[in-house]
T-cell receptor
Framework: GAVVSQHPSRVICKSGTSVKIECRSL??????MFWYRQFPKQSLMLMAT?????????EQGVEKDKFLINHASLTLSTLTVTSAHPEDSSFYIC????????????FGEGSRLTVL | AQKVTQAQTEISVVEKEDVTLDCVYE???????LFWYKQPPSGELVFLIR??????QNEISGRYSWNFQKSTSSFNFTITASQVVDSAVYFC??????????????FGKGTTLSVSS
């Protein structure tokens, strides 16, 4: 199957700094990418949908100025957590769609963010 | 609105027991997809199965089997002869398949399966 890679897999940062997480589709063009957040022992919650070349669509309750999403190419989407605080510590997972309306999504390995 | 319910929060079994994880979904679409994922402690989601709404055939893959019942909006997952390596969190998910650009998955809350030796 198709491969989606996330980087970094783990990041620890100080409160107030910004952190960028990359999501790459390695062997296909991803017209749409999705970003999820997972708190410990909880489910994956959709944060936003990004389409290449356009602004991301954020789910209700997700601060777009806090979580900046850029989908500049068909193989790369980035999530930047700005001015991170301890409550932003979480597991962030991206997924990518080829847009073939097959319901098929490919997930990255996830990125664990710890804000001190 | 779409919704996925996994009523079982945690299940504990002893090795070699069979275990069924329940999943009930809600959607207004006639075209949709159902998924099961396994999430081991490492966090990575492991894809197990995808089923579209027009295919109600049950599926078996080794020790895994899935029972899709549209009449009860359920997509249950059974592990036969469970093993310690099956210990993980299992998520059932749903996507509505009408968006050409791809549709996000909506996940259930997950069921934590613990298999002891």
């Amino acid at each position: 199957g198709a491969v989606v890679s996330q980087h970094p897999s783990r990041v620890i940062c100080k409160s107030g700094t910004s952190v960028k997480i990359e999501c790459r589709s390695l062997d296909f063009q991803a017209t749409t990418m999705f970003w999820y957040r997972q708190f410990p022992k909880q489910s994956l919650m959709l944060m936003a949908t990004s389409n290449e070349g356009s602004k991301a669509t954020y789910e209700q309750g997700v601060e777009k100025d806090k979580f900046l999403i850029n989908h500049a190419s068909l193989t790369l989407s980035t999530l930047t957590v700005t001015s991170a605080h301890p409550e932003d510590s979480s597991f962030y997972i991206c997924s990518a769609s080829q847009g073939a309306n097959t319901g098929e999504l490919f997930f990255g390995e996830g990125s664990r963010l710890t804000v001190l | 609105a779409q919704k996925v319910t996994q009523a079982q929060t945690e299940i504990s079994v002893v090795e070699k027991e069979d275990v069924t994880l329940d999943c009930v979904y809600e959607t207004r679409d006639t075209t949709y997809y159902l998924f099961w994922y396994k999430q081991p402690p490492s966090g990575e989601l492991v894809f197990l199965i995808r089923r579209n709404s027009f295919d109600e055939q049950n599926e078996i893959s080794g020790r895994y089997s899935w029972n899709f019942q549209k009449s009860t909006s359920s997509f249950n997952f059974t592990i036969t002869a469970s093993q310690v390596v099956d210990s993980a969190v299992y998520f059932c998910a749903l996507s509505e398949g009408t968006n050409q650009a791809g549709t996000a998955l909506i996940f259930g809350k997950g069921t934590t399966l613990s298999v002891s030796s």
